[in-house]
């Protein structure tokens, strides 16, 4: 079994930063790709951007690249979300997911293990 823990939410102005954090337990947390996925109240679970297991691979969807940067530590089985000129727009939870599988990591399914969320508000 593997937990998911998402951190570093909260309330920023517009133009903000946040810094979220994902720390994992349980299974080796440096076979998992992971992933970041939001959702806004009303609205669908989106991907935010996800990171292979050696953190050499990235993707990004393609309306937050450029501002959001996904980065991991194996050493502390912990991946990071670091979000920079936040918009009210980004407003959601956000969710960290962890998957043994490499491809379409775009794409929610292909998780097995998702945390609770954590929200950012973005204020205008």
């Known amino acids: 079994q593997v937990q998911l823990v998402e951190s570093g939410g909260g309330e920023v102005q517009a133009g903000g930063s946040l810094r979220l954090s994902c720390a994992t337990s349980?299974?080796?947390?440096?076979?998992?790709?992971m992933g970041w996925f939001r959702q806004a109240p009303g609205k669908e679970r989106e991907f935010v951007a996800a990171i292979g297991w050696s953190g050499r691979t990235t993707y990004y969807a393609d309306s937050l690249k450029g501002r959001f940067t996904i980065s991991r530590d194996n050493t502390k089985n912990t991946v990071f979300l670091q979000m920079n000129s936040l918009k009210p727009e980004d407003t959601a939870l956000y969710y960290c997911?962890?998957?043994?599988?490499?491809?379409?990591?775009?794409?929610?399914?292909?998780?097995?293990?998702w945390g609770q969320g954590t929200q950012v508000t973005v204020s205008s």
């Open positions: 349980g299974r080796t947390f440096g076979s998992f790709a």
């Open positions: 997911a962890a998957t043994g599988r490499t491809n379409n990591l775009y794409v929610s399914t292909t998780y097995d293990y």
